[in-house]
């Protein structure tokens, strides 16, 4: 386990998630994943903001913030070659169609679950599109 944590250890993480307890939730477990938080959002005017000049290595995205789709903030963090993973409870088909390859968290989820897919997403991190 020390290995897989300290192969995390200063990642930069941007969390987008609608829902402030399980945003704060989530920070605390990243934190003990020895990650650092370096960016968040509650909407999705606020992640698209904060995705255009990105200054982290991985986001978590929530797949549906407050009835609209995340799609747009994928978009711009794919274009920026920014490795992200969603999380939602509704399973893959809430994901955008253009993006079902990417590591999927199915709410509720477990520290081991999120250690994992970050571990995926940042492994096959693509190029930034032209």
């Given at each position: 386990?020390?290995?897989?944590?300290?192969?995390?250890?200063?990642?930069?993480?941007?969390?987008?998630?609608?829902?402030?307890?399980?945003?704060?939730?989530?920070?605390?477990?990243?934190?003990?994943?020895?990650?650092?938080?370096?960016?968040?959002?509650l909407?999705?005017?606020?992640?698209?903001?904060?995705?255009?000049?990105?200054?982290?290595?991985?986001?978590?995205?929530?797949?549906?913030?407050?009835?609209?789709?995340?799609?747009?903030?994928?978009?711009?963090?794919?274009?920026?070659?920014?490795?992200?993973?969603?999380?939602?409870?509704?399973?893959?088909?809430?994901?955008?169609?253009?993006?079902?390859?990417?590591?999927?968290?199915?709410?509720?989820?477990?520290?081991?679950?999120?250690r994992?897919?970050?571990?995926?997403?940042?492994a096959?991190?693509?190029?930034?599109?032209?």
């Amino acid at each position: 386990m020390a290995g897989q944590l300290s192969s995390l250890a200063g990642t930069r993480v941007f969390v987008v998630e609608d829902e402030a307890l399980v945003l704060m939730s989530l920070e605390d477990t990243l934190a003990g994943l020895a990650c650092t938080v370096v960016a968040s959002a509650l909407s999705l005017d606020e992640a698209l903001a904060k995705a255009t000049e990105p200054t982290f290595d991985v986001a978590i995205l929530d797949v549906n913030l407050g009835g609209h789709s995340v799609g747009p903030v994928a978009d711009l963090l794919a274009k920026h070659g920014i490795p992200f993973i969603f999380a939602s409870g509704y399973g893959a088909p809430s994901l955008p169609a253009s993006y079902r390859d990417r590591p999927l968290l199915t709410k509720p989820f477990a520290d081991v679950e999120l250690r994992a897919a970050l571990l995926k997403a940042l492994a096959s991190a693509r190029p930034a599109s032209p």
